[in-house]
């Protein structure tokens, strides 16, 4: 177990500081973080059922965890799981208490480090933007938006002086990528939209 430990901190304390110096140098915006809650986000969300109560709880539980999930929160568990598994033998503590909370350590730190990402993402998202200014406003379909609000697709426009990337439904049929659209109402950060021409 103690080779084992020493892998793990050895291998994501160093990936750990990789990223580190990449984010203060500026690379941090490109490093190829997998967020497995980009899932929810695009095609995958028009087979979601809203309909029962209890599975739309079930599903943002779900979904808040996959939220967690990202190569920077993996680091993290394995980096505090093998760190916190060389202190526990260290401290002569025998193989399975050691197990055990190398486990929770590594657990807690990829909660702590993702729940830190969500926060900072949603701050980075948000900012001092107010999503009714674009009611009127024409963009363009990234992720195509399912009919009959069915779903999320995503779309980017310009809005306040920047291009935004923003979550988007339609009443009508489904909106294939690449169309343009017209947002015709917003409801907190997801915009309704329509194709362009469309009364």
Excluded: W
Aim: hydrophobic content about 45%; some cysteine; charged content about 20%.
């Amino acid at each position: 177990m103690e080779t084992l430990y020493i892998l793990c901190a050895t291998i994501g304390g160093t990936i750990l500081v990789v990223q580190t110096i990449l984010l203060a140098i500026g690379g941090g915006h490109g490093d190829g973080d997998f967020d497995a809650g980009d899932l929810h986000d695009g095609h995958l969300d028009g087979h979601i059922d809203h309909g029962h109560g209890a599975d739309h709880g079930a599903d943002h539980a779900g979904d808040t965890f996959l939220k967690l999930l990202s190569f920077k929160t993996l680091v993290a568990f394995v980096t505090f799981f093998g760190l916190g598994g060389l202190a526990c033998l260290q401290g002569g503590l025998s193989s399975v208490p050691s197990l055990a909370i190398a486990l929770g350590a590594g657990f807690l730190a990829l909660y702590l480090v993702g729940y830190l990402m969500m926060a900072m993402s949603r701050l980075q998202s948000k900012g001092n933007l107010d999503f009714r200014n674009a009611v009127g406003e024409r963009g363009r379909v990234y992720l195509r938006v399912p009919g009959s609000k069915a779903g999320l697709g995503k779309i980017t426009l310009a809005l306040q002086g920047r291009t935004v990337e923003c979550k988007a439904v339609t009443r009508g049929p489904e909106i294939p990528s690449g169309s343009d659209v017209r947002v015709v109402s917003v409801a907190a950060d997801t915009l309704e939209v329509e194709p362009v021409g469309k009364e």
